[in-house]
């Protein structure tokens, strides 16, 4: 028996374009970009589609991201594919909570407008960082950055990949201390702010505000939740977990390693790039990827699973 699992990007996968040919073409994705312009009130396909420098910055691509991901996977779903479980890394959590049926669509899209606005504002920019950690076993990184101040482990990725992210000088010491620990490579990362470190505490908190205002249904199918890497199956459970996700590490590959063990075979990436077959590739190579960006993407898809 096969199983399904839809899985959703996160920050830093957002492209020009993402999600046009839905918006073009369906029904479905132009309902759903037209819903994020009303619900914005700026328009989602310019933002999406043109040309702009207000697409990489937190408190808009969040909301972009989403609506993009959504509009695919509703179309996606209108073709008979649908997920038994749903996972997202980071900012994609919010689309497998759309994916569970926890969050309505709306919600998804009006909460990351909120968290992308928090998390840009937690930090100024310059003094958090994000460094990717190259080749070094996850137990060697806790070991380092367990014993200094300012800096977490942000994303366990894959084997091979776990990014840092703190304050700038404490994850510039860590880099090269964690490079006489042996990595191969540490990369500092392009980004607005030290997302999933304790630096973005009172942003969690902010967060629960508008969460505690936020219609959590019980889901439909089980997700995965980025902080404990298991399944959530209780709705009870959903808004802590959010509100903490945006401080604490993102258990990505044990996330992964927690569907295939339950069964998962297949896993459907939706969304921009693809950073998450990138990882799943490293992760097993036991199981079956496939992309959606486009909707030619989508046909294959659809293709090769109802065949």
């Not at 933002?47 to 509009?71: G, K, P």
């Not at 930090?123 to 994000?130: C, E």
């Amino acid at each position: 028996m096969s199983k399904i699992a839809f899985i959703f990007p996160g920050q830093g996968a957002q492209a020009c374009g993402m999600g046009k040919d839905f918006y073009e073409q369906t029904e479905t994705g132009k309902r759903i970009f037209d819903k994020a312009t009303e619900l914005m009130g700026f328009s989602m396909p310019e933002l999406c589609f043109e040309e702009n420098d207000r697409l990489d910055i937190t408190e808009y691509t969040q909301a972009a991201m989403v609506t993009a991901s959504i509009a695919m996977m509703r179309v996606l779903e209108e073709n008979g594919i649908r997920p038994d479980v749903a996972a997202g890394l980071s900012l994609g959590e919010y689309c497998a909570l759309a994916a569970a049926g926890v969050m309505s669509d709306e919600d998804a899209i009006r909460t990351v407008r909120q968290r992308g606005i928090f998390m840009q504002e937690a930090v100024p920019v310059g003094q958090g960082a994000m460094a990717a950690i190259l080749a070094l076993d996850a137990a060697a990184i806790e070991e380092v950055t367990g014993a200094m101040e300012g800096v977490w482990i942000a994303n366990y990725n894959c084997p091979g990949q776990i990014v840092i992210s703190g304050e700038k000088a404490a994850v510039e010491e860590a880099c090269e201390k964690l490079k006489a620990a042996g990595a191969k490579r540490t990369v500092m990362l392009n980004v607005s702010g030290p997302f999933h470190s304790g630096m973005l505490a009172a942003a969690g908190e902010k967060l629960g505000q508008v969460l505690s205002q936020v219609e959590i249904h019980e889901p439909q199918i089980p997700y995965v939740a980025n902080v404990t890497a298991q399944y959530v199956k209780n709705a009870g459970e959903v808004k802590e977990l959010l509100t903490r996700q945006v401080s604490s590490s993102v258990r990505w590959q044990q996330s992964v390693e927690a569907m295939i063990a339950d069964g998962v075979n297949t896993f459907i990436e939706i969304g921009p790039g693809k950073t998450l077959a990138g990882f799943m590739r490293k992760i097993s190579r036991d199981v079956k990827t496939f992309n959606v960006e486009t909707l030619e993407d989508m046909g294959k898809v659809v293709e090769a699973l109802k065949s």
